[in-house]
């Protein structure tokens, strides 16, 4: 009993805040408001509306184009635009993830694959740093969620280009080989969709799309919930003293990405709610670390690629993201 507990406890956390979330839905659905509720909890059930409102339709769309990339695109198509030089090979693979609009929730599988079929491990984190970084809908959400403001959307992606080549460049000086754990055992099922009819390969791509959007809503229902909770609960006092520095306020909203998991389509909502407490560095620390490498990122490498390898990874984004901001803080 122990043992099927310990290996769900994600799903089993997020069954019971998503049924929160319901009640907290139900009392927005036109049942009246009793005056037993404290005014927190309604305070916090708007906070979480409006964020998961103003989130879902991108990650409708997105789950959509990344259903048409995954059965239509097939990873042989990218790889033949990899370069053999290291520096071209790294450049390439960044501009390939930034045209490449896919949800950090589903980049870890093509990464997989595209290791497989021999693309260098230094690419593939270019490819997966930018991917779900910058794309046309996370440009499109980062400028609606900061006031239709160009200055956000723009900083988070040429610091986020700039970042993954650099994080990309180290890798290829630090890990050698596929850094594949040695009990992968990879599949080719993509083969035998590429033999399918057409209607066959568009249903496939549904049933991806809607795959992928359950597997993603629960994150942005525990993402928005848990981001509300702390609008709600923790003071706006008690936020400014954690982060009241330059260096703390950075590590504090660079910590809350890691751990929110939030999808990149629909972070910038959340990100822009806290625009008012924490300077400018602070809030693309949030945007730029979040989508490159978070808590569920970080699980889904970790049954893929070996454990030093991803913590390896894992302290050099969130070390250059930090270097760097600090650097340029005086400037943004």
Same mark, same amino acid.
């Given at each position: 009993? #122990? ?21 907290? %839905?139900?009392?927005s659905?036109?049942?009246k ?9 309604? #305070?916090?059930?708007?906070?979480f ?17 990344a ?19 290291? =520096? ?43 991917g ?30 700039? =970042? ?21 055992h ?27 959007f ?6 942005l ?37 890691? %751990? ?5 389509e ?9 625009? @008012? ?19 569920? @990122? ?18 050099? %984004? ?12 005086g400037?943004?």
């Amino acid at each position: 009993m #122990n043992r099927i507990i310990r290996g769900n406890i994600i799903d089993i956390t997020g069954i019971l805040i998503i049924a929160l979330a319901l009640f907290l %839905v139900s009392l927005s659905s036109g049942v009246k408001v009793s005056s037993d509720f404290p005014p927190s909890l309604l #305070n916090l059930n708007t906070i979480f509306l409006s964020i998961l409102i103003e989130a879902l339709p991108f990650v409708l769309i997105g789950v959509l184009i990344a259903g048409m990339i995954q059965i239509f695109v097939t990873e042989e198509h990218i790889q033949r635009w990899i370069p053999k030089n290291k =520096i071209m090979a790294v450049i390439m693979s960044c501009v390939v993830g930034a045209l490449f609009p896919a949800c950090e929730c589903g980049i870890v599988p093509i990464v997989r694959r595209l290791v497989s079929k021999g693309v260098p491990i230094y690419a593939a984190m270019g490819f997966m740093l930018t991917g779900p970084l910058i794309n046309p809908i996370v440009i499109a959400s980062t400028y609606m969620a900061f006031g239709n403001d160009i200055k956000i959307a723009g900083l988070r992606m040429g610091l986020g280009f700039i =970042i993954a080549i650099i994080v990309a460049m180290i890798v290829s000086m630090l890990f050698k080989g596929n850094q594949f754990k040695a009990s992968l055992h990879l599949s080719h099922s993509h083969e035998q969709v590429k033999d399918e009819t057409f209607m066959n390969r568009f249903w496939s791509m549904l049933t991806h799309s809607i795959d992928e959007f359950f597997d993603m809503a629960k994150y942005l229902i525990m993402g928005a919930f848990l981001a509300a909770f702390v609008q709600t609960y923790m003071p706006a006092k008690s936020l400014l003293e954690a982060g009241s520095g330059p260096v703390s306020s950075l590590l504090v909203m660079m910590g809350l990405a890691y %751990v929110l998991s939030l999808c990149s389509e629909a972070d910038a909502f959340i990100g822009a709610s806290f625009s @008012n407490l924490f300077p400018t560095p602070s809030i693309l620390g949030f945007l730029i670390f979040g989508p490159m490498i978070d808590l569920k @990122n970080t699980l889904m490498m970790l049954s893929v690629f070996r454990f030093k390898f991803v913590f390896g990874v894992l302290s050099i %984004v969130a070390s250059i993201i930090f270097i760097t901001l600090m650097l340029l803080k005086g400037f943004i």
